[in-house]
C-alpha cells in the first residue's frame, strides 16, 4: 500500500530557508508526480506545486515562483521543498500527496509544521 | 485564479441527518472536482473526484453531483466519525485551488 511520511517539525528565523522531505513506498516512484500543498492556521489548503518522479519535472504556482524549489531522490523515492525567503506568513503545516493522474490526490502524507519566528 | 466558495461556512447536524454542502466555482471547471475530508491535527482524506465518484473505501452515504460551476456533496445518514471540516478543490486549471471548508459539528 501507499506510503508517505513527511519530516519533523522545523523552527525557522524570518530570511531563512526550510527544506521538508516527503519519503514514499509502496508504489513505482517514477511513476507518480508528488504535490506540495500548505495550510496555514485556520485556513484552508493552497497548492504550492508539483515534482515528477521521473524526470524531475516541475510545475509551481505563480504565488510560489522564485521562492521556491522542489526536487526529488528516486534512489531514495523521496521528494523535497524548499522554500526560501521565510517570513511570518509561511507558518504553516506543509503536506506532500502523492498524485493519482490528472492531479487528483489521493494520498497524502502526514504534514510538518513549519514556524516561522524570531 | 479560479476561485471556489462553499457554504454553508459551518453547520450543526445530528447523527441520521442528511446534510449537504455545495460549491460554486468562479468558473467553468467540467467535473474536474473533489471533495475532502480533515479532522483537526490531520491530512485531508481525499473522498470523492471527478465531482461524483469515490474514493475506494469510502462510505457509499458519501455522494457528490455537478458539473460546469455548481457543486453537492451530501451525506446520507451523519455518523459520529463525520464531524470534520469539508473542502472543494478543482483541478481544472493551474494554480490548483480550494473551497474555504465548512465544518459540520455536532448539534
Known amino acids: 500500500q501507499v506510503q508517505i511520511v513527511q519530516s519533523g517539525a522545523e523552527v525557522k528565523k524570518p530570511g531563512a530557508s526550510v527544506k521538508v522531505s516527503c519519503q514514499t513506498s509502496g508504489y513505482t516512484f517514477t511513476g507518480f508526480a508528488i504535490h506540495w500543498l500548505r495550510q496555514a492556521p485556520g485556513q484552508t489548503l493552497e497548492w504550492m506545486g508539483w515534482v515528477t518522479g521521473g524526470k524531475g519535472d516541475t510545475k509551481y504556482s505563480q504565488r510560489f515562483q522564485g521562492r521556491v524549489t522542489m526536487t526529488r531522490d528516486t534512489s531514495a523515492t523521496t521528494a523535497y521543498m524548499e522554500l526560501s525567503s521565510l517570513t511570518s506568513e509561511d507558518t504553516a503545516v506543509y503536506f506532500c500527496?502523492?498524485?493519482?493522474?490528472?492531479?487528483?490526490?489521493?494520498?497524502w502524507g502526514q504534514g510538518s509544521l513549519v514556524t516561522v519566528s524570531s | 485564479d479560479i476561485q471556489m466558495t462553499q457554504s454553508p461556512s459551518s453547520l450543526s447536524a445530528s447523527i441520521g441527518d442528511r446534510v449537504t454542502i455545495t460549491c460554486r466555482a468562479s468558473?467553468?471547471?467540467?467535473?474536474?472536482l473533489a471533495w475532502f475530508q480533515q479532522k483537526p491535527g490531520k491530512a485531508p482524506k481525499s473522498l470523492i473526484y471527478?465531482?461524483?465518484s469515490l474514493h475506494s473505501g469510502v462510505p457509499s452515504r458519501f455522494s457528490g453531483s455537478g458539473s460546469g460551476t455548481d457543486f453537492t456533496l451530501t451525506i446520507s445518514g451523519l455518523q459520529p466519525e463525520d464531524f470534520a471540516t469539508y473542502y472543494c478543490?478543482?483541478?481544472?486549471?493551474?494554480?490548483?485551488?480550494f473551497g474555504g471548508g465548512t465544518k459540520v459539528e455536532i448539534e
Open positions: 471527478a465531482a461524483s
Open positions: 500527496a502523492r498524485d493519482g493522474g490528472r492531479d487528483i490526490l489521493p494520498f
Open positions: 468558473q467553468a471547471i467540467k467535473n474536474y
Open positions: 478543490q478543482q483541478y481544472n486549471s493551474y494554480p490548483l485551488t
